[in-house]
């Protein structure tokens, strides 16, 4: 009777859990769930819906900026290209134009002996002799004729600038053993009662040997008065010139000038009166040092260097063009892609 008893509770509970089971409310509960359930992913469809449109303008955004910076970046590179050719073209003219002196003292111990060439005029030479270690000895009778040992030449020709006016030169043979002091020491005699002034005019060029060697002579003089300049020394004084050689070499032929430095000292004449009407000339020509200057006209542009920096300046363009070629197709192609995604997310709506 136990048993039994059991067994039916047993049934009458399964059956009660059956029945409470299979209650209408709980079929009402699945049905609100599913649809929370669902509500839940169309919000969350939602969400995304209304978000993707921001997401799309920032990357539209950062396109529109990274484009402005990369035709910024080229324009820059550009400018500054553009500047370099300007600054290489421009260094490179102003270097041919101006080029640099290079300066050397060359040390000799004799130079080959100039020309010295004297225009005496009314004046009269009287003595021309060669001294040593710039020893000159007293004067012995001074304003009278007295032996000599120069070399000189007496040459007559029509000037340069005036071809009616024939002038006659004294060519002395100057001085060369700069190591012994060499010089020459002339005394000239004028009357001055005729003229305002006194002085006697000379000029100096290269070499002496060069006149003795030219065909015509007068021609040669000619050419060096075109080309040397005049000084003068007066009456009454010695004055004592120290010479010194410069050799120009550049873009044309070589050129010798004569630089001097000159000193004069009075002369106390101690003549009797009659014959201090004639006034005394004294000249002394030697060397300042053994130094030659020689000056070389250096042009520092080079046109490689210029030709290379133009080809990197324009390889630099080449190249930033080349990258902004290539930014404008990849920016295209976004643009494309962009297009695309569109038109296909709005047919996937329709």
């Not at 060439?117 to 060669?130: K, T």
């Not at 007066?234 to 000038?257: D, H, I, Q, Y």
Request: hydrophobic share 35%.
């Amino acid at each position: 009777m136990l048993r039994k008893e059991n067994s039916r509770s047993y049934q009458e509970f399964n059956d009660n859990y059956d029945n409470e089971g299979n209650t209408p409310d709980s079929d009402d509960d699945m049905e609100e769930l599913e649809h929370d359930v669902s509500n839940g992913s169309i919000s969350r469809e939602d969400e995304i819906g209304e978000s993707s449109p921001s997401m799309r303008f920032s990357k539209t955004c950062l396109k529109n900026v990274f484009t402005v910076v990369l035709i910024t970046i080229y324009l820059l590179l550009t400018a500054v290209a553009a500047f370099l050719v300007y600054q290489t073209i421009s260094d490179f003219l102003y270097k041919l134009n101006h080029p640099v002196m290079s300066v050397t003292y060359k040390e000799v111990d004799s130079f080959p002996p100039p020309g010295i060439a004297l225009y005496p005029g009314g004046a009269q030479l009287l003595s021309c002799r060669h001294h040593f270690h710039d020893d000159i000895p007293p004067l012995v009778d001074p304003g009278k004729p007295q032996e000599g040992d120069c070399e000189i030449m007496e040459v007559t020709y029509f000037g340069p600038f005036t071809n009616q006016t024939e002038k006659r030169a004294l060519v002395v043979r100057g001085p060369s053993d700069v190591r012994n002091g060499e010089l020459i020491f002339m005394q000239f005699s004028h009357n001055e009662t005729e003229e305002d002034f006194s002085a006697i005019t000379y000029m100096l060029f290269a070499n002496f040997s060069e006149l003795t060697a030219s065909v015509n002579q007068s021609d040669f003089m000619r050419n060096c008065e075109r080309n040397y300049s005049k000084w003068t020394f007066s009456g009454g004084f010695r004055t004592w010139v120290k010479m010194s050689l410069v050799r120009t070499s550049g873009r044309s032929e070589e050129a010798v000038e004569f630089r001097q430095e000159s000193m004069v000292v009075k002369f106390n004449d101690k003549r009797p009166e009659l014959e201090q009407s004639n006034q005394l000339f004294f000249a002394v020509f030697e060397w300042r040092d053994p130094f030659m200057q020689e000056i070389r006209v250096i042009v520092t542009a080079n046109p490689w260097n210029s030709i290379a920096i133009l080809c990197g300046v324009f390889m630099a363009v080449f190249k930033a063009a080349n990258f902004a070629k290539l930014t404008v197709r990849w920016i295209i192609k976004m643009r494309k892609r962009h297009l695309k995604n569109k038109s296909r997310e709005l047919n996937q709506i329709n």
